[in-house]
């Protein structure tokens, strides 16, 4: 609502003013840094600048202008101020309004879903199969499957694509170990750390054996070929590690259109390299292809000495696929920070080649996760699991639920519920491009900035609400909405469509998780200075009406977060 009254006021003063004096106009509306000197300011010397007239007649027009604007009904005070022309809002008559768009329904927690026929593809998860799932691909998981459900709300229809790391020469390391020591027995019962450990047996004996390389190398090439007895044995651990990515996939509840991963472009990247050499842009180099990127950045390596492509081939043939196939208006990638070379080289051989649509490809870049400082991932030189930090944060839950409500019914079930999204929250709520602090206990906890103390709020405004029977019939006392922190609240609870509008803008979802802890803290203060269930009927309504928006407000937006909501904890 408010951001509404900011846009509508903009634009009618733009069109009014520039209209009167056939000059362009460019109006800001601010937000007066002291609460006293009113809730909105338009300064007014730039406009009197652009119109080139005196800056009094300017305040005449700006407040003439105000006075005949559409939201005139829902300002209560219009005046100068210096060079500004400020203004109070009606809180009374904007409350009235945004109670009743909220109880319409779609306007302000079900965002408006404009008829869009916008399409974007997000590339996020993208695991290495034969390796343990880290939490370096959580992250990627986490945001691109939250920013899926951003631009859903937005009525744009999204593609979510797991680009499986599936192909590659340390494939032909991994069968050819398989095959001469492999145990299969130990395999099939524990896959993936099996492989691991035939992969790193490989690379031990390869040292003093270098003509294991070579058998490799021609493994690789055979697979790369069709052969049947590698096809199906990397086949066979394509499928053992999806099966173990589809455990953390559904704890998450996290799911995907397509798993196309890397082997799946194997026979698509020939017409890439056709366009390029077509285009004079495939130089030679050492018996390597390559295309030169000019100064800043060092040349794309397309294609190597022995004929094989690489991950970069890989990927411009997935995005020409994808280009071709869902016809995106934006290609998104959830990879973190270390990958920005490659991601930039992609777009400036795309440029390269032609192609005007690379400022619609994006590195969706993310940081590190830290434990003590150190990148979690390398810590004493293993790979963290995610499902192992999964479950630690799941317990760590039980043992909290058994602390402070022992009899609670189903306590396992809500455990997972709050431990899962506890790991969520803790990453969303940092901006995605910053590297954080992975503290297992502290998110977990119920209070604080977490993901349970989110929850536990929902929970206990459901249980006041619960506390009797509850319909709202549409009666408020109006006059409550006075007050500075019941204003505040309905404030925030006219923004939630524009924050979601500013997640997707800038590809962040902890715009939304901050806004809902801010949400829930000002719940908290209006919790312990208000009595709800006073004798006023009208009273009492009006709060728990306020209440229960406030509650469909976190539950929405924990769920387009990817949290998962609960009755009870
Ligand atoms: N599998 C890659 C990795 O783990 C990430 C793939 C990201 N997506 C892409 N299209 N390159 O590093």
């Not at 145990?183 to 690379?203: C, Q, T």
Request: one cysteine or more.
């Amino acid at each position: 609502m408010l951001e509404t009254i900011k846009k509508t006021l903009k634009q009618e003063l733009e069109a009014t003013l520039s209209n009167i004096y056939s000059l362009p106009l460019q109006v800001v509306i601010e937000e007066p840094k002291r609460r006293d000197q009113g809730d909105l300011s338009i300064p007014v010397f730039v406009i009197s600048k652009a119109l080139l007239i005196p800056l009094p007649d300017a305040l005449k027009q700006v407040i003439s202008a105000l006075e005949n604007s559409s939201v005139r009904p829902l300002l209560s005070k219009i005046f100068t101020l210096g060079g500004f022309v400020n203004l109070f809002l009606d809180k009374l008559a904007i409350a009235k309004e945004v109670i009743h768009q909220f109880k319409q329904g779609d306007s302000i927690y079900h965002a408006n879903r404009p008829l869009s026929d916008k399409v974007v593809c997000i590339d996020y998860s993208s695991p290495n199969i034969a390796k343990p799932f880290s939490i370096g691909h959580l992250r990627s998981t986490i945001i691109g499957h939250a920013l899926g459900n951003i631009f859903e709300k937005l009525g744009t229809k999204v593609v979510r694509i797991n680009h499986l790391g599936d192909f590659g020469t340390q494939f032909g390391k991994t069968i050819y170990a398989y095959l001469h020591f492999g145990d299969k027995e130990a395999v099939s019962k524990d896959p993936i750390n099996e492989l691991v450990k035939l992969y790193v047996e490989f690379n031990e004996r390869a040292k003093s054996d270098p003509s294991l390389d070579v058998e490799a190398r021609r493994i690789f090439k055979e697979l790369e070929l069709g052969n049947v007895e590698f096809l199906a044995l990397w086949q066979w651990m394509r499928d053992a590690s999806l099966r173990d990515y589809m455990e953390v996939y559904q704890l998450l509840d996290v799911s995907f259109d397509s798993y196309a991963g890397e082997a799946f472009y194997n026979d698509k990247m020939q017409p890439i390299i056709d366009d390029l050499t077509q285009k004079g842009l495939l130089l030679e180099d050492d018996g390597a292809m390559i295309v030169d990127l000019g100064e800043q950045m060092p040349p794309a390596l397309i294609q190597k000495t022995d004929g094989s492509t690489l991950y970069i081939t890989r990927d411009l043939a997935a995005l020409f696929y994808r280009k071709e196939n869902y016809h995106f208006d934006e290609c998104l990638y959830v990879v973190g920070n270390e990958q920005r070379l490659h991601f930039e080289q992609i777009k400036a051989v795309i440029e390269k080649m032609g192609y005007d649509f690379s400022p619609r490809v994006k590195h969706i870049n993310f940081g590190l996760v830290l434990q003590d400082g150190k990148k979690m991932s390398t810590r004493k030189g293993k790979i963290v699991k995610l499902l192992d930090v999964l479950t630690e944060a799941i317990r760590l839950s039980l043992s909290y639920i058994e602390e402070k409500n022992p009899d609670l019914e189903d306590k396992e079930r809500i455990a997972q519920k709050i431990g899962v999204s506890a790991v969520v929250f803790n990453d969303l709520k940092n901006y995605r491009a910053n590297d954080f602090e992975f503290d297992l206990e502290g998110m977990v906890k119920f209070e604080g900035q977490t993901g349970p103390y989110l929850q536990y709020t929902s929970v206990r405004i459901q249980s006041i609400l619960q506390a009797e029977d509850f319909e709202f019939n549409g009666v408020i006392d109006v006059s409550l909405f006075d007050d500075e922190l019941y204003f505040e609240m309905i404030k925030q609870i006219s923004i939630y469509q524009a924050i979601i509008q500013k997640a997707a803008e800038e590809y962040a979802p902890s715009v939304v998780a901050k806004y809902l802890l801010h949400l829930a803290s000002l719940f908290n203060t209006f919790y312990g200075r208000e009595k709800i269930m006073v004798e006023n009927v009208l009273e009492k309504n009006t709060k728990k009406h306020l209440l229960s928006m406030v509650r469909a407000i976190l539950n929405d937006g924990m769920k387009l977060l990817g949290m998962q909501i609960i009755e009870k904890m």
